[in-house]
């Protein structure tokens, strides 16, 4: 079965650690995205990729990193210099205009 | 102002009501737009891309005014299984293969025996 697949779903971490989060497709799409949700918004972009080894930010980028060394995968680091981390984030790439979602992670910073 | 604008809700009706969404955007270059359900905890789905002339999929009907700068989902004999939060997305232009969309906030929708 093709489609995106993102783990963990629940993840919870200390103040102040570093944790990333994975995001793997099989779907053969160029393009790849990272959105974190918050209750009452819209889901917002932190980064994108549209190739291997290339990334663009988002509107909210600060306090995120991302790699893409694969054209399957699209890791997202949560630093501690991102000032509200727990939100619910969403890994999607692209057909056609079309975004394909992950299941999502849930992030708890206790 | 909003890119994307959308009555949060609740919108609660009876099982068979019409019940009617519209979301307003700010972009008139805007080149595509689409509804997404999203279920609660759950991520989005596309439902239906809303073209110009207007698009209908079963019981759901996708309208675009772009004079007005709006689109709107229409959908007949809601069943329970309409329970969701539909999220209006517009795509403000496309960087290479990468579609940046917009999403609004949503608009939840209960459907109730």
């Known amino acids: 079965d093709g489609g995106i697949t993102q783990s963990p779903k629940y993840l919870f971490r200390k103040e102040g650690q570093n944790v990333t989060l994975s995001c793997e497709q099989n779907?053969?799409?160029?393009?790849m995205y990272w959105y974190r949700q918050d209750p009452g918004q819209g889901l917002r972009l932190i980064y994108y990729?549209?190739?291997?080894?290339?990334?663009q930010k988002g509107d909210i980028a600060e306090g995120y990193s991302v790699s893409r060394e694969k054209k399957e995968s699209f890791p997202l680091t949560v630093t501690s210099a991102q000032k509200n981390p727990t939100a619910f984030y969403l890994c999607?790439?692209?057909?056609?205009?079309?975004?394909?979602f992950g299941p999502g992670t849930r992030l708890t910073v206790l | 102002r909003k890119e994307v604008e959308q009555d949060p809700g609740p919108f609660n009706v009876p099982e068979g009501a019409t019940v009617a969404f519209n979301c307003t955007y700010s972009n008139s270059a805007s080149q595509s737009f689409f509804w997404y359900r999203q279920d609660c905890r759950k991520e989005p789905k596309l439902l239906m891309s809303v073209y110009s002339s207007g698009n209908e999929d079963g019981r759901f009907t996708a309208q675009l005014n772009r004079a007005s700068q709006y689109i709107s989902l229409l959908i007949r004999d809601s069943k329970l299984s309409d329970s969701a939060t539909y999220l209006c997305v517009v795509n403000f232009g496309n960087t290479g293969t990468a579609s940046k969309l917009t999403f609004g906030t949503g608009t939840r929708l209960q459907v109730t025996l």
């Open positions: 779907l053969n799409h160029d393009a």
């Open positions: 990729s549209q190739i291997v080894n290339d990334f």
């Open positions: 999607a790439s692209t057909r056609y205009n079309e975004q394909f």
